[in-house]
């Protein structure tokens, strides 16, 4: 891990992978000025979400979890308490019964998954998060697939994020090491520009080095101005890394508090944490 992220400013000073204006604005459905909210609030906040898949169950019941610019939130717990149908709703892709979603002050509880990426949201899924007989630079391509614009420059910035992708950019995702699989989803993710990147496991069934490399370039992304959500079964290191940590049992908040308190709090040490 390099450095200790609370010592320095995490400012926007780097700006390049960032999409400030945010890619619904190219087409110009969004007036400038006009009719837009008050600021204040968490850049990306699911509010008391409430909600299952189908007529099932509800799964979720008043969940919470929210990220501020450029900050990283991080959501723990135990398997099944929800963490990924929690990312789910947020990315819209379950009807939530009660609670909202809000990104930049607007409420986005009504659109699609596909509006949210145009709106400047990237998800990397838990499982099949890449197209295994894609080569790795096919896989970014379509990750761009919503631009219009030139995206070379971005890929650019992907290869120096993760240069082994760049070495690797001719062969079949599907070949890769889960490691630099998980590079290429993460890859494909910012290829869309996004304002916040919502990673569901992004260190599963990889080594403890490769987790810390992974953390260090989420870091490195943050820094860039892109708020990062992501859930993490490494709940101690990731939590380190966190800004804000949640952690969640039975579709609901346990504990909320910033990565220090969590990992201060002795119950949360004790239940969730190995002690
Ligand atoms: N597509 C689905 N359809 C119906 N129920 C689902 C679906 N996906 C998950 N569930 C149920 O929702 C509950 C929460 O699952 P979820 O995958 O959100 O947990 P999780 O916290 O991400 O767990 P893990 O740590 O194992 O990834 C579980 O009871 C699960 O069976
Ligand atoms: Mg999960």
């Known amino acids: 891990m390099s450095g200790n992220p609370y010592q320095d400013d995490r400012g926007n000073r ?49 969940c919470t979890i929210a990220v501020e610019k450029g900050q990283i939130a991080v959501i723990v717990g135990p398997n099944g308490a929800g963490k990924s149908t929690a990312m789910k709703a947020v990315f819209g892709m379950l009807d ?5 979603v809000r990104l930049d002050g607007e409420d986005i509880t009504a659109l699609t998954p596909q509006a949210r990426v145009a709106k400047g949201m990237a998800f990397v899924p838990q499982t099949n998060n890449i197209f295994t007989s894609l080569t790795v630079q096919e896989n970014l391509e379509m990750g761009a697939f919503l631009r219009d614009d030139d995206f070379r420059g971005t890929m650019e910035q992907v290869f120096e994020l993760f240069p082994i992708l760049r070495d690797k950019r001719r062969q079949p995702a599907g070949e890769l ?48 101005g892109i708020s990062i959500l992501m859930v993490e079964q490494n709940a101690r290191q990731a939590l380190e890394i966190a800004d804000k940590g949640y952690v969640l049992v039975q579709g609901g908040n346990a504990f909320a508090g910033t990565g220090k308190e969590l990992l201060a709090d002795a119950e949360v040490r004790r239940s969730f944490l190995g002690g």
């Open 96 to 100: 939530l019964r009660a609670g909202h």
């Open 177 to 224: 090491s889960g490691g630099q699989r998980q590079q290429v989803a993460v890859g494909r993710a910012l290829m869309t520009r996004p304002k916040v990147l919502m990673l569901d496991e992004p260190t599963a069934g990889v080594s403890p080095i490769v987790m810390d490399e992974l953390f260090d370039r989420i870091i490195e992304v943050a820094r860039t």
């Open 14 to 62: 780097d700006l390049s992978i960032t999409n400030p204006k945010g890619i619904g604005e190219i087409d110009g459905t969004r007036k400038s000025g006009a009719a837009r909210p008050a600021p204040g609030g968490p850049f990306l906040i699911g509010e008391a979400m409430t909600g299952g898949y189908g007529r099932g169950a509800d799964i979720l019941h008043g």
